[in-house]
T-cell receptor, first 113, second 112 residues
Framework: AQKVTQAQTEISVVEKEDVTLDCVYE???????LFWYKQPPSGELVFLIR??????QNEISGRYSWNFQKSTSSFNFTITASQVVDSAVYFC??????????FGKGTRLSVIA | DTGVSQNPRHKITKRGQNVTFRCDPI?????LYWYRQTLGQGPEFLTY????????KSRLLSDRFSAERPKGSFSTLEIQRTEQGDSAMYLC??????????FGSGTQLSVL
């Protein structure tokens, strides 16, 4: 069975601090995809990144970076120099085999000015 | 690309009533998904369609729930004899095969 664990329920940081959101996944499939979505207060899930299991290169997009480590089954997300607009719930998700996208429970990030 | 559209945004109903939600996916996407999200939880899969065929249904989808996607375009999700436990955000998403899912803003259902 596919499973995603986001151990951090809520995180609060002061603006301009860096913050890392943890994601640990479980799957027996060798081919899979990992995702991060952002859910702002408006409710719509916004796609941030998709990474396949064969590409372990870390990725950076502006203030966002992702660290994929197959050895620890983790796909962590770091926001550098956080801003108030980053306040949202962030979901990690796993797509593997023939099962639909499975989400973690999410991490609520509050960035305080 | 107008994105995934869901209607209504909010629905308040009395227990025992039937409700129907609509989802219009991104036009060229062949897959359409329904998820349910309750407070403090991640979205949970309900069902998905590839074109007009309903390919998978979750155990969460009781026999009071039915989804259709006539002609492989828009989809409807109907809940019959609503219960208070059905109160949740119902999210629709679409994708081109198993590429990234694009989500709508959801329909917030409150059953009184």
């Amino acid at each position: 069975a596919q499973k995603v664990t986001q151990a951090q329920t809520e995180i609060s940081v002061v603006e301009k601090e860096d913050v890392t959101l943890d994601c640990v996944y479980e799957t027996r499939d060798t081919t899979y995809y990992l995702f991060w979505y952002k859910q702002p207060p408006s409710g719509e899930l916004v796609f941030l990144i998709r990474r396949n299991s064969f590409d372990e290169q870390n990725e950076i997009s502006g203030r966002y970076s992702w660290n994929f480590q197959k050895s620890t089954s983790s796909f962590n997300f770091t926001i550098t120099a956080s801003q108030v607009v980053d306040s949202a719930v962030y979901f990690c998700a796993l797509l593997a085999g023939n099962t639909p996208l499975v989400f973690g429970k999410g991490t609520r990030l509050s960035v305080i000015a | 690309d107008t994105g995934v559209s869901q209607n209504p945004r909010h629905k308040i109903t009395k227990r025992g009533q039937n409700v129907t939600f609509r989802c219009d996916p991104i036009s060229e996407h062949n897959r359409l998904y329904w998820y349910r999200q309750t407070l403090g939880q991640g979205p949970e899969f309900l069902t998905y369609f590839q074109n007009e065929a309903q390919l998978e249904k979750s155990r969460l989808l009781s026999d009071r729930f039915s989804a259709e996607r006539p002609k492989g375009s828009f989809s409807t999700l109907e809940i019959q004899r609503t219960e208070q436990g059905d109160s949740a955000m119902y999210l629709c998403a679409s994708s081109l095969f198993s590429e990234k899912l694009f989500f709508g803003s959801g329909t917030q259902l409150s059953v009184l």
